[in-house]
């Protein structure tokens, strides 16, 4: 007997998975691990590309409960160098962790408000 592949699991953080609900109920088109670079392979959480947004959920600790590639030397770097690159190629990067991440609809809310004011 061929046992069943597991369930692809959509992302990594239950608060990525509540902001892609209240992202929906808003009705705002959005992407889940958006690659921004043609050239590179980082990805974003979660982007808005007609806003070029990219959401960022930084994780302190793992599922294990240890510590995430996010609290390493290399790992911080990497993050650095992915939002200079974001930055530098025209997005607007939101950072948030277990403690913020119930401001991201609030901040998603106002670019679009400062969108519709711009055109």
């Excluded at 692809?8 to 998975?17: E, L, R």
């Excluded at 392979?41 to 302190?60: C, M, R, S, T, W």
């Excluded at 974001?86 to 913020?100: C, M, P, Q």
């Amino acid at each position: 007997m061929t046992p069943k592949p597991k369930p692809k699991k959509t992302t990594q953080s239950p608060h990525v998975d509540t902001w892609c609900f209240e992202l929906k109920a808003m009705e705002i088109k959005y992407e889940c691990e958006h690659k921004f670079d043609s050239e590179r392979k980082f990805k974003f959480d979660i982007a808005i590309p007609q806003l070029k947004v990219g959401i960022e959920y930084e994780g302190i600790y793992n599922a294990t409960g240890g510590k995430s590639r996010h609290t390493t030397g290399y790992g911080y770097s990497k993050d650095c160098e992915k939002y200079n690159l974001a930055t530098v190629s025209g997005w607007k990067v939101l950072r948030y962790t277990a403690t913020n991440y119930r401001n991201m609809i609030h901040d998603v809310y106002k670019i679009l408000k400062d969108n519709e004011t711009d055109n």
